[in-house]
């Protein structure tokens, strides 16, 4: 168990550009969840994939953000055209299917800074 | 999902006993309480999660109460590297798997 790896762990960009992060889950999680975190509050929900099957997503991916896992392994969480407001944690977690229980496995998450 | 309130901030010294608790008033009969705690930079970790009875790991105990409208984690001999923001979540179970995290309790552990 390598634990859940973010890459990479800080991302600077200017206003416009495009960013993506990767995140490769713990390796027999069938489960995989983006939360996104801003200074001084709890991890916000961003979208949730079961295998390859991106399942829910928030309100809060405009349609600037996509998120994808090939192949139910990886997964890529990709901004399009960032904002001075994308500047947060982006954190990934995998977790297995334990019939109704959740526990969740985070990264150290990836650190945005847009200026 | 019930909402959950937990205070925004507590001390506690090196050695003792952390107390920290979370109402949830509104909890449904199938809706579990999870705690997980973020140490600084770090992403969340799971620490403990129970129904209606209380549970004991390696890292903690959750306290439920009876009527389940509040519960209680215990750190039975906290140290500086407890220091961390706690979550409590509750979760009805068999649903869309995402937790929804509140602002949590921020612990300082002191010398």
């Known amino acids: 168990d390598t634990g859940v790896s973010q890459n990479p762990r800080h991302k600077i960009t200017k206003r416009g550009q495009n960013v993506t992060f990767r995140c490769d889950p713990i390796?027999?999680?069938?489960?995989l969840y983006w939360y996104r975190q801003t200074l001084g509050q709890g991890p916000e929900f961003l979208t949730y994939f079961q295998n390859e099957a991106q399942l829910e997503k928030s309100r809060l991916l405009s349609d600037r953000f996509s998120a994808e896992r090939p192949k139910g392994s990886f997964s890529t969480l990709e901004i399009q055209r960032t904002e001075q407001g994308d500047s947060a944690m982006y954190l990934c977690?995998?977790?297995?299917?334990?019939?109704?229980?959740?526990?969740?496995?985070f990264g150290s998450g990836t650190q945005l800074s847009v200026l | 999902d019930a909402k959950t309130t937990q205070p925004p901030s507590m001390d506690c010294a090196e050695g003792r006993a952390a107390n920290l608790p979370c109402n949830h008033s509104?909890?449904?009969?199938?809706?579990?309480v999870y705690w997980y705690r973020q140490i600084h930079s770090q992403g969340p970790q799971y620490i403990i999660h129970g129904l209606k009875n209380n549970e004991t790991n390696e890292m903690a105990s959750l306290i439920i109460t009876e009527d389940r409208k509040s519960s209680t984690l215990i750190l039975p001999h906290a140290t500086l590297r407890d220091t961390a923001v706690y979550y409590c979540i509750v979760r009805v179970t068999g649903t869309a798997s995402k937790l929804t995290f509140g602002t949590g309790t921020r612990l300082q552990v002191t010398l």
């Open positions: 390796s027999e999680h069938n489960r």
């Open positions: 977690a995998s977790s297995p299917q334990q019939g109704q229980i959740e526990k969740l496995f």
């Open positions: 509104t909890i449904s009969g199938n809706e579990y």
